[in-house]
């Protein structure tokens, strides 16, 4: 099973992608966990993932999250702006999995 973190500034706003991301991983048979949180939740939450996805309005926080995912050993990137507020759950969960090495 794959773990699947996302971050956002409150934790809130990607509980939608979230839910479109599931669906779309069991119309697909893909076993992953995915779950939000908020950017405060982050470096005690990355530890149990294989990947962190950061929200667009988060980017500024790329190089400092990128220093702590490198230490628990995992791929780190900023979900694509359109894939965001499109809220394409296939999309953002194939980029998951390609930085996972799974796609």
Known sequence: MKRILLACSSGM???LLVSKMK?????KGIEVEIWAVSQD???SEMERADVLLIGPQMRFLKKKLASDAEKVGIP???IDPVDYGRIDGEAVL???LELI???
């Open 23 to 27: 669906e779309v991983a069991e119309s």
């Open 101 to 103: 090495g799974e796609n």
């Open 13 to 15: 706003s990607t509980s």
């Open 94 to 96: 194939n980029k998951a």
């Open 76 to 78: 780190l990137d900023v």
């Open 41 to 43: 939740k982050v470096p």
